[in-house]
């Protein structure tokens, strides 16, 4: 069975950074094929790619948020990290993590995690 | 990076069929997948690739795609389709490990 959660701080104050913990199970990350992604949402708003990484640790940002974005993975611990650094409150938004399966699709999403900018 | 373009709301009576559709120039390149969200849920992949649903997928969920437009078709839509619908795909303008989502379409079963 597979699963995704993300974790993370509620609120963060403008400028800080935002780190964001996806822990998943019930498959790896080293398996040829596997990816997990981030994707933000504000409220109200539309679904927004924002990065990922793939099994052979290669990763992709969104061009609008790359020099902000940075992603990574801890294969043994099931983990993968997303920070945002420069946090605006334009940021508050529910953040999610997704599989990807085979580049095909996000098979899998976690539940989210809404994180609030403000001062 | 490419766009995928989505009408913002469409509307169907009860049993009857809707088409949601999803323009964009990635599309002539990938398939586009499609995703239901309810309020306060996160999003359920319903068709990906040409024609694939997950399992658990009801049947009257089908997809297509045409040029640079994919549709997802609901044939005999219930109260519990009811949602916003988003396409996403891979993106062709330069970088074809990015990903792009669709601004939503919401939909009404009246």
């Known amino acids: 069975q597979v699963t995704l959660r993300e974790s993370g701080p509620a609120l963060v104050k403008p400028t800080q950074t935002l780190t964001l913990t996806c822990t998943f199970s019930?498959?790896?990350?080293?398996?040829?094929?596997?990816?997990v992604s981030w994707i933000r949402q504000p409220p109200g708003k539309a679904l927004e790619w924002l990065a990922l990484?793939?099994?052979?640790?290669?990763?992709y940002y969104t061009t609008s948020l790359k020099t902000r974005l940075t992603i990574s993975k801890d294969t043994s611990k099931n983990q993968v990290v997303l920070t945002m650094t420069n946090m605006d409150p334009v940021d508050t938004a529910t953040y999610y993590c997704?599989?990807?399966?085979?580049?095909?699709?996000?098979?899998?999403w976690g539940q989210g995690t809404l994180v609030t900018v403000s001062s | 990076s490419s766009e995928l373009t989505q009408d913002p709301a469409v509307s169907v009576a009860l049993g009857q069929t809707v088409r949601i559709t999803c323009q964009g120039d990635s599309l002539r390149s990938y398939y586009a997948s499609w995703y239901q969200q309810k309020p306060g849920q996160a999003p359920v992949v319903v068709i990906y690739g040409k024609n694939n649903r997950p399992s658990g997928i009801p049947d009257r969920f089908s997809g297509s795609s045409s040029g640079n437009t994919a549709s997802l078709t609901i044939t005999g839509a219930q109260a519990e389709d009811e949602a916003d619908y988003y396409c996403?795909?891979?993106?062709?303008?330069?970088?074809?490990?990015?990903?792009?989502f669709g601004g939503g379409t919401k939909l009404t079963v009246l």
């Open positions: 990484i793939d099994w052979d640790d290669d990763k």
């Open positions: 996403n795909s891979r993106d062709n303008s330069g970088n074809q490990f990015l990903w792009v």
């Open positions: 997704a599989r990807i399966l085979n580049w095909n699709v996000f098979d899998y």
């Open positions: 019930g498959f790896s990350l080293s398996s040829s094929g596997m990816c």
